[in-house]
Nanobody, 124 residues
Framework: QVQLVESGGGLVQAGGSLRLSCAAS?????????MGWFRQDPGKEREFVAG???????????DYADSVKGRFTIYRDNAKNSVHLQMNSLKAEDTAVYYC?????????????WGQGTQVTVSS
């Protein structure tokens, strides 16, 4: 079993920045797991934001939703079994609950592990 704990959400003005963090724990967790972030607004489906996929030799491939490319950066810290999402130039439409996700295979459905979510609110 794997547990994911998010932190770093909050309220920020449009144009500002936030960094989300997600720490993974559990006997079965491995640095080869895919990890990433999804978000969900009330009344909408959960959507992919950014993800990392193990490509060997301690390297990861990073992927982003078109809506956040150039503004958000995802990165891993294997020493702490964590993934982070640096969010810059935030817009009101980035407001959502952000969920950390992890899976031994990839971030296509179904994803095996989810965090509890952290609220990000961007005021315009």
């Amino acid at each position: 079993q794997v547990q994911l704990v998010e932190s770093g959400g909050g309220l920020v003005q449009a144009g500002g920045s936030l960094r989300l963090s997600c720490a993974a724990s559990g006997r079965t967790f491995s640095s080869s797991y895919a990890m990433g972030w999804f978000r969900q607004d009330p009344g909408k489906e959960r959507e992919f934001v950014a993800g990392t996929r193990w490509i060997g030799s301690n390297r990861y491939y990073a992927d982003y939703a078109d809506s956040v490319k150039g503004r958000f950066t995802i990165y891993r810290d294997n020493a702490k079994n964590s993934v982070h999402l640096q969010m810059n130039s935030l817009k009101a439409e980035d407001t959502a609950v952000y969920y950390c996700a992890a899976d031994p295979i990839g971030l296509a459905n179904p994803i095996e592990y989810w965090g509890q979510g952290t609220q990000v609110t961007v005021s315009s």
